[in-house]
């Protein structure tokens, strides 16, 4: 069974850091991976989708890598912002076709301070 | 911009009550699935539905129903609300496009449902 772990489960940082954001899963028979930020009461919004043949995707500040055979994939948040804040997760789309189920992981609060 | 609605953002019923949630999207998505948020749990899947009329059971559909009548909307149904259904619950909505790669979810705002 898909376990997706991310470490720590929050982290503050000071404004203008780079920072990297975790998440292991333990199934490498991945056809994607999602990364979700949260805000507090709020539904989840798409930041990236790495699909299982890339390394890398980038969008604007945020830039997600993946590598399956070590089943890691990192989100890298350049010069942080306040409003940054909120929690991340990242998600796993299993290989076999027909199946969209979702494995979550457990989430990081990032807290950027100003 | 994909959208994905909720009817209601908060929501608060008495046990036994029966309560419907609706979702609905305007992006043509074949799949739609309906989540729960509890802290300490995380999201956990309920139903699903790949097309119309169908549907299937996630890892915790024990206590809810789910109907896709038509292609855009999807609703979860608490038959008899309990006190253990407060929760906050998540719509989400995807293409049935994995070849292309058109899989991604989106997700609506969420309902904070309170079962008094």
């Known amino acids: 069974k898909q376990e997706v772990t991310q470490i720590p489960a929050a982290l503050s940082v000071p404004e203008g850091e780079n920072l990297v954001l975790n998440c292991s899963f333990t199934?490498?028979?991945?056809?994607?991976l999602q990364w979700f930020r949260q805000d507090p009461g709020k539904g989840l919004t798409s930041l990236l989708l790495?699909?299982?043949?890339?390394r890398e995707q980038t969008s604007g500040r945020l830039n997600a890598s993946l590598d399956k055979s070590s089943g890691r994939s990192t989100l890298y948040i350049a010069a942080s912002q306040p409003g940054d804040s909120a929690t991340y997760l990242c998600?796993?789309?299993?290989?076999?076709?027909?199946?969209?189920?979702?494995?979550f992981g457990t989430g990081t609060r990032l807290t950027i301070i100003p | 911009d994909v959208k994905v609605t909720q009817s209601s953002r908060y929501l608060v019923k008495r046990t036994g009550e029966k309560v419907f949630l609706e979702c609905v999207q305007d992006?043509?998505?074949?799949?739609m699935f309906w989540y729960r948020q509890d802290p300490g749990l995380g999201l956990r899947l309920i139903y699903f539905?790949?097309?119309?009329?169908?549907?299937e059971k996630g890892d915790i559909p024990e206590g809810y129903s789910v109907s896709r009548e038509k292609k855009e909307r999807f609703s979860l149904i608490l038959e008899s609300a309990s006190t253990n259904q407060t929760s906050m619950y998540l719509c989400?909505?995807?293409?049935?496009?994995?070849?292309?790669?058109?899989?991604?979810?989106?997700f609506g705002p969420g309902t904070r449902l309170t079962v008094l």
């Open positions: 989400a909505s995807s293409f049935g496009l994995r070849g292309l790669g058109r899989n991604e979810q989106f």
């Open positions: 790495i699909q299982s043949s890339q």
């Open positions: 539905s790949y097309d119309v009329k169908m549907k």
């Open positions: 199934d490498s028979a991945i056809y994607n």
């Open positions: 998600a796993v789309t299993p290989l076999n076709f027909g199946n969209e189920k979702l494995t």
């Open positions: 992006m043509d998505h074949e799949n």
